[in-house]
């Protein structure tokens, strides 16, 4: 596994950690299709999430959420399509697309912004 792969997950274990602490319940993590992968998913109440998490080291290209251009938004629609084809049983459930943010505030500690509803499908 890549260097860039293994600080990823970290952060995703490090953003589910914090979502769980504010009553989020994981529904998968890390789930895939042909259009792509979606980091998190969670139910919060009776809404489910699709979160994605983003980590840059430096601002200098942008922040975290910069990154989530039309482009991803598009894959994430459509990967989040893909599980609700595959798994009914949430279709029944509101959905809505958050993004969780990570960045350096110090030498080594990390500050994490969740953006709820960041973007509609």
Same mark, same amino acid.
């Given at each position: $596994?890549?260097?860039?792969?293994?600080?990823? %997950?970290?952060?995703?274990?490090?953003a589910?950690q %914090?979502?769980n602490?504010?009553?989020? /319940?994981?529904? +998968?993590?890390?789930?895939?299709c042909?259009y =792509?992968?979606?980091d998190?998913? $969670?139910?919060d109440?009776? +809404?489910?999430v699709?979160? @994605? /998490?983003?980590y840059?080291k430096h601002?200098d290209f =942008?922040?975290?959420?910069d990154? /989530?251009?039309q482009? #991803?938004?598009? #894959?994430?629609i459509k990967?989040?399509?893909?599980?609700?084809?595959?798994?009914?049983?949430?279709? @029944? %459930?509101?959905c809505?697309?958050d993004?969780i943010?990570?960045?350096?505030?110090?030498m %080594?500690t990390f @500050?994490l912004?969740?953006?709820q509803?960041a973007?509609?499908?």
């Amino acid at each position: $596994m890549s260097n860039t792969v293994q600080t990823g %997950h970290k952060f995703e274990r490090y953003a589910l950690q %914090h979502l769980n602490q504010a009553g989020l /319940v994981s529904i +998968t993590t890390n789930w895939s299709c042909r259009y =792509g992968e979606i980091d998190l998913i $969670m139910l919060d109440q009776d +809404t489910v999430v699709f979160i @994605e /998490v983003r980590y840059r080291k430096h601002q200098d290209f =942008g922040g975290a959420l910069d990154s /989530v251009d039309q482009r #991803k938004r598009n #894959k994430l629609i459509k990967t989040a399509e893909c599980f609700l084809n595959e798994f009914p049983q949430w279709l @029944e %459930h509101p959905c809505r697309f958050d993004v969780i943010s990570v960045h350096p505030s110090s030498m %080594h500690t990390f @500050e994490l912004d969740w953006i709820q509803d960041a973007f509609e499908s």
